[in-house]
């Protein structure tokens, strides 16, 4: 090659453009790779191991366990109260997550987007402090709000003796756990909004375009692949969440035992860590349907019209 002549455009990139070498680069991989191991796949192959056998906390399965194979999940499927337990679960998800978070995060988004000033910094604030409040602190509170005899929901409505936590358990935890997660949708949502062009706005409204309308025919197709994006965390994150347990137990009689609960009661309460586990790996297929569902919704963004 002539001395100064430049290198064909064409050439591939050095296979080590940091220039570590691969002694080096592996290093940096391995305490990462480690954690993943150790937190990751170990548990999930413990999980799946213990899923088909007979294994307990204690008596003689719990030293010697034995092989039962797809007996576990059999039991789980034909199970009344894994049923119900799943179809609460669903609801959950859809009340507090679907429609609460991320409603509700739209709406608050949407309402500050043109907002500057102190009242939108105490609102996000505010909103902020129940998501990183503790969920044990957050569940207190509302027992505290919803307590049957002194609590201050029925202090402020004038109804002493209202037993919301046991004649709304349902209701009660999705309201719960509506308000202590909105915060996540609501960030991400203002982050989208920023991406619609204000001039867009202006010209649907001056075309005498409804406030729907505009959200139709401008905001959502812009900020779709954020909308699914949120849904798709927010709907695994709610469908594993065991903080509902911390104001209901689950009761009363089961009214509100989503497969978290039910998970903790079986495999630890009672003992069945097989049943438990056969149960914690179908909720892991559960989570995978879902996450397969949004991340098709997601592809089709991208397919042309």
Do not use: C
């Given at each position: 090659?002539?001395?100064?002549?430049?290198?064909?455009?064409?050439?591939?990139?050095?296979?080590?453009?940091?220039?570590?070498?691969?002694?080096?680069?592996?290093?940096?991989?391995?305490?990462?790779?480690?954690?993943?191991?150790?937190?990751?796949?170990?548990?999930?192959?413990?999980?799946?191991?213990?899923?088909?056998?007979?294994?307990?906390?204690?008596?003689?399965?719990?030293?010697?366990?034995?092989?039962?194979?797809?007996?576990?999940?059999?039991?789980?499927?034909?199970?009344?109260?894994?049923?119900?337990?799943?179809?609460?679960?669903?609801?959950?998800?859809?009340?507090?997550?679907?429609?609460?978070?991320a409603g509700?995060?739209?709406?608050?988004?949407?309402?500050?987007?043109?907002?500057?000033?102190?009242?939108?910094?105490?609102?996000?604030?505010?909103?902020?402090?129940?998501?990183?409040?503790?969920?044990?602190?957050?569940?207190?509170?509302?027992?505290?709000?919803?307590?049957?005899?002194?609590?201050?929901?029925?202090?402020?409505?004038?109804?002493?003796?209202?037993?919301?936590?046991?004649?709304?358990?349902?209701?009660?935890?999705?309201?719960?756990?509506?308000?202590?997660?909105?915060?996540?949708?609501?960030?991400?949502?203002?982050?989208?909004?920023?991406?619609?062009?204000?001039?867009?706005?202006?010209?649907?409204?001056?075309?005498?375009?409804?406030?729907?309308?505009?959200?139709?025919?401008?905001?959502?197709?812009?900020?779709?692949?954020?909308?699914?994006?949120?849904?798709?965390?927010?709907?695994?994150?709610?469908?594993?969440?065991?903080?509902?347990?911390?104001i209901t137990?689950?009761?009363?009689?089961?009214?509100?035992?989503?497969?978290?609960?039910?998970?903790?009661?079986?495999?630890?309460?009672?003992?069945?860590?097989?049943?438990?586990?056969?149960?914690?790996?179908?909720?892991?297929?559960?989570?995978?349907v879902i996450?397969?569902?949004?991340?098709?919704?997601?592809?089709?963004?991208?397919?042309?019209?």
């Open positions: 090659m002539v001395e100064g002549a430049r290198p064909a455009t064409g050439a591939s990139p050095a296979p080590d453009a940091a220039g570590l070498g691969r002694a080096r680069a592996t290093g940096f991989l391995v305490p990462a790779m480690l954690l993943i191991l150790v937190f990751l796949v170990v548990p999930a192959a413990w999980t799946i191991y213990l899923g088909v056998t007979n294994y307990r906390l204690t008596g003689l399965a719990a030293a010697n366990p034995e092989i039962v194979g797809l007996d576990n999940y059999t039991q789980a499927l034909g199970d009344e109260r894994f049923r119900t337990s799943l179809l609460l679960t669903l609801q959950f998800v859809l009340g507090s997550a679907v429609i609460g978070q509700l995060g739209f709406a608050i988004a949407f309402a500050l987007r043109d907002r500057r000033g102190p009242l939108r910094r105490l609102v996000e604030g505010l909103v902020l402090l129940s998501w990183i409040l503790p969920s044990s602190v957050v569940a207190f509170l509302w027992i505290a709000l919803l307590d049957r005899d002194a609590g201050t929901l029925n202090a402020l409505l004038g109804i002493p003796g209202m037993a919301w936590l046991l004649d709304y358990p349902m209701l009660s935890i999705i309201i719960f756990n509506t308000w202590r997660g909105t915060a996540f949708s609501m960030m991400l949502y203002a982050a989208a909004l920023e991406n619609v062009p204000r001039s867009h706005l202006e010209t649907a409204r001056l075309a005498g375009a409804s406030t729907w309308q505009q959200l139709r025919d401008v905001v959502f197709p812009r900020i779709r692949g954020h909308v699914l994006t949120n849904l798709l965390l927010i709907s695994l994150w709610t469908f594993n969440d065991f903080a509902p347990f911390l137990a689950g009761g009363p009689e089961q009214r509100s035992e989503i497969l978290p609960v039910y998970v903790y009661k079986v495999a630890l309460s009672g003992g069945e860590l097989g049943f438990g586990a056969a149960i914690s790996f179908l909720m892991l297929l559960i989570n995978l996450a397969l569902v949004y991340l098709r919704m997601l592809g089709r963004r991208k397919e042309p019209a």
